[in-house]
């Protein structure tokens, strides 16, 4: 069962330390999608799989919505400096670097909740 405070917390996490991570390019956005996905998977607790999986999510759920977004945004420029078929151009080139980047986040996401939900073993065993 999905706990999803610990996906909230997460996906919070991810978009505040990209946020944040932005002014520093390599560090910042691997670095959120390791710290969310570490929070998610240490609210989740209970095992290897269960943190890896709640991590998953929080990552996967950031993508998703900036994707969405930053698309929207992409294809609303495109249609200014282009018309129709920049509009289109730009969304669906900004929608294919979108999944490129919910695999970023969905993996390392993923990875660190694991580390996250032994960590919790570790802490409370």
């Given at each position: 069962?999905?706990d999803w405070?610990?996906?909230?917390?997460?996906?919070?996490?991810?978009?505040?330390v990209?946020?944040?991570?932005?002014?520093?390019?390599?560090?910042?956005?691997?670095?959120?999608?390791l710290?969310?996905?570490?929070?998610?998977?240490?609210?989740a607790?209970?095992?290897?799989?269960?943190?890896?999986?709640?991590g998953?999510v929080?990552?996967?759920?950031?993508?998703?919505?900036?994707t969405?977004?930053l698309?929207?945004?992409?294809?609303?420029?495109?249609?200014?400096?282009?018309?129709?078929l920049?509009?289109?151009l730009?969304?669906?080139?900004?929608l294919?670097a979108?999944v490129?980047?919910?695999?970023?986040?969905?993996?390392?996401?993923?990875?660190?909740?694991a580390?996250?939900?032994?960590?919790?073993?570790?802490?409370?065993g």
């Amino acid at each position: 069962m999905t706990d999803w405070r610990a996906v909230g917390v997460g996906f919070v996490v991810i978009l505040v330390v990209g946020a944040v991570g932005l002014s520093l390019p390599l560090v910042g956005q691997i670095g959120a999608g390791l710290i969310g996905g570490f929070a998610a998977g240490y609210l989740a607790g209970g095992g290897l799989g269960r943190g890896a999986w709640h991590g998953l999510v929080a990552g996967s759920l950031t993508g998703v919505v900036l994707t969405l977004a930053l698309a929207g945004l992409g294809g609303l420029a495109g249609v200014f400096a282009g018309g129709p078929l920049g509009g289109a151009l730009g969304g669906l080139g900004v929608l294919l670097a979108g999944v490129v980047l919910t695999l970023l986040f969905a993996v390392d996401s993923a990875v660190a909740g694991a580390v996250g939900s032994l960590t919790k073993g570790w802490v409370n065993g």
